[in-house]
């Protein structure tokens, strides 16, 4: 999309945007709400538009020469099926953030509806320290050692092969070790601050 008559923006924040197209940075049309240009988006108006973006709660969780630890995450996402990896961003100002390194192992335990409230639990919004954190919920091992969730919609039991640090968080690139589907039907989704139950699985 060119730019506007008037806009003051008008040529400053072009770039190739698809087919060459030239599009604006954070153009999403004239309308309230609306970003427009670099120095705009601040870290307050990202965190708002990725609220929008819903995504799967999971406990990630690690076990090792470093201890036991979890911690809820929604930023898990799909890298390549060859080899089978995935990765966690996880936040860096956490103690827990040495321990996941240390162990070089952790596993991805997708919640279902049912597990919601282990969601704060991990997350740091209900007081509790880490034995009162997993004494909530009963834990199996797959292959690294790293607690399996009983009754998670599904667990990714994974080796941490690799780790990029970008601004306050590591990404860790995981090699899938292990596999466990659950039997859960109902899935949980973080959108919007809130959480919503989705039916759906057979
Ligand atoms: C729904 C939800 C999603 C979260 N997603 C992430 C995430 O993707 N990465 C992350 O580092 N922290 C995430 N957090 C925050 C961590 O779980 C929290 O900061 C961490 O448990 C530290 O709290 P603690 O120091 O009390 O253990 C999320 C929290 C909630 C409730």
Known sequence: MGALPGDPQAGANLCAGVRGMPYRWGHIGERPGAWRGPGMVTQQSYRDAMARLGA?????????????????????????????????????????????????????????????????????????????????????????????????????????????????????FCEIAALQSGAAHEGLIYFGRAYHRIAGMG
């Open 56 to 172: 799967a709660v999971s406990v990630i969780t690690t076990d090792g020469p470093a201890g036991r630890g979890g911690f809820t995450a929604s930023a898990v996402c799909s890298v390549t099926d060859d080899p089978p990896t995935l990765l966690v961003c996880m936040n860096r100002g956490t103690d827990l953030n040495a321990m996941f390194k240390a162990n070089g192992v952790l596993c991805v335990n997708v919640l279902s509806a049912a597990q919601q409230r282990l969601s704060p639990l991990f997350g740091g919004l209900v007081p509790a320290d880490m034995e009162t954190r997993f004494s909530a919920a009963a834990w199996h091992a797959l292959a690294t050692g790293a607690p399996a969730l009983d009754g998670a919609v599904v667990s990714f039991d994974c080796r941490i092969a690799q780790i990029t640090e970008v601004g306050t968080h590591s990404v860790f």
